[in-house]
Structures are given as C-alpha cells and as structure tokens.
C-alpha cells in the first residue's frame, strides 16, 4: 500500500538568539530542531508523533504543511512534494494547532464562508460543509456569536471546522486536546476517529500517552529531534509494560537522563 505521507530524512535547524540561549541553557547559537527524520502515514489511519515539549514535533508538523521548509530532505502529499508543489499540496491537507488566531470582531458564520471563497468553493457546497461541521461541534447557536464572545472551547472548536471547510484529505493536527476542556476534548477525539473511518489520513502530535492508546493506529517517539521509535501500539509495548514506560525508557537512553 502506498503511503498518503511520506516524511524522507528531513532535518531542520534554527538560530538561536542570546535570549533564547538563555532559555535553552546553551552557549550553541544553533539548535537542531528535526535530525534526519523520516516516517509514513497510510490512508484510513491516525499516526501519532509522541514526545515531550521541544522534542520537534511542532517543527515536523510545519513542514509536512508547507509552513516551514526542511533544510534537507523532502516530504511527498500523494507523490507531491512540498518543496516544488506546495500549492498542490496545500488544496489536500488541514493543518490544525492552537497558535490559529481568529480575529474577534467576525462570527464563525462569516469566516467559514470567507474560508471556503478561499478554496474556491461554491454557494452550496459551502452551505453543506457548514451545516455539517456546524452540527457537529454544536456551533449553530453561536454562528452569529463574535470570536471573542465564544468561549475557548467553542473558539477551538470554530477553528477545526474552518480548518476542515474544504474537507481535506489529509489532517495534521498539533497537540489536539491541549487546553481543552474534557467534553470539548471528547469531541475533538471521536471527530478525529470518525474522521479515520471515512478513509482520512491523520497525523497528530501529543505528549500524552493516554491520547495515543485512544485514537492512533501507529505511532512514532520523537526525542531530540529523531524518531527513535516506530511502528504499531503493539509492536512498540511489550506485554509486560505499558507505553509510558517505553517512553521514558527511550528518553533516558536518547537524553541521557533520569526522570
């Protein structure tokens, strides 16, 4: 089987400054943020990336969607690579994070129709897309609600349902219930695994093992930059431990510390 996604011994570094040396306790001016990673992600599953704060994951995420370029290797959207045809690779995926801003003077009824003019969607496919992600995270009510009226959880929620207006084939959503309330978060996670079903490909980053046991079919542990392991649930969990362990096994090797 082909892969959806396909991330080649990509690798990118930042310039770090004084301040934020400071932050990362280091004289080094550079920071390998992603060292030779590579991984694949298949139609009709979740793939998750796991791994502590700083780890890559986010950097990883951003050059899958074409916001960050990786300083070597490539990364292919269904044979497209996002170096030489992110405009086409842009038409296929979502890329969903906190850092989304919306501005709070509009409705979530105005900026999805917005969106959608973007994608070049016409009256009525929009007004289907609308009614269905609206139902589903229970905007409806809310549609003529300011941004900045809505609570967090019901912001959250209005930026998945723009992100997902033009019902992209491919989802890369960064750290998924981070902030959230339980109930939003439940939404969220069910919306994700329906998402599975209906033949999407899905790659999530989260520091959060529970999470991962929950929804993700495969699973790659990132560390430093590198993806130390990957592969199954159950070829990764021995049945003496459970995933967490693995995990902090792992980082103690990689890291060269103890938790």
Do not use: W
């Not at 139609?43 to 370029?69: H, V």
């Not at 529970?210 to 699973?219: A, G, T, Y």
């Amino acid at each position: 089987m082909n892969a959806t996604v396909r991330v080649e011994d990509i690798s990118k570094t930042f310039h770090l400054s004084r301040k934020q040396q400071k932050i990362e306790q280091t004289n080094i001016s550079t920071k390998k943020a992603v060292d030779h990673l590579s991984f694949e992600a298949y139609q009709g599953e979740i793939y998750g990336l796991l791994g502590p704060n700083g780890a890559g994951k986010t950097t990883t995420l951003r050059c899958i969607s074409t916001l960050m370029r990786p300083d070597e290797g490539n990364i292919f959207i269904n044979e497209n690579s996002v170096l030489k045809n992110e405009n086409e690779v842009r038409k296929t995926i979502a890329f969903l994070t906190s850092d989304l801003k919306l501005e709070n003077f509009f409705t979530p009824n105005y900026l999805f129709i917005y969106f959608a003019k973007l994608h070049g969607m016409n009256d009525v496919y929009t007004k289907q897309r609308k009614d269905l992600l609206f139902s589903k995270f229970g905007i409806d009510k809310f549609a003529e609600v300011k941004i900045g009226d809505l609570s967090s959880g019901m912001r959250q929620k209005v930026q998945i349902a723009i992100s997902l207006v033009h019902d992209p084939e491919v989802i890369i959503f960064d750290e998924p219930t981070n902030g959230l309330d339980v109930l939003t978060a439940k939404v969220v996670t069910d919306y994700l695994i329906d998402l599975k079903k209906q033949g999407k490909t899905i790659i999530v980053s989260t520091h959060i093992f529970s999470l991962v046991e929950k929804i993700c079919d495969r699973v790659g542990i990132i560390i430093n930059g590198k993806l130390v392991k990957s592969g199954t649930l159950d070829s990764i969990i021995d049945k003496d431990i459970d995933l967490e362990t693995v995990f902090f096994n792992l980082f103690m090797l990689e890291s060269g510390e103890s938790v």
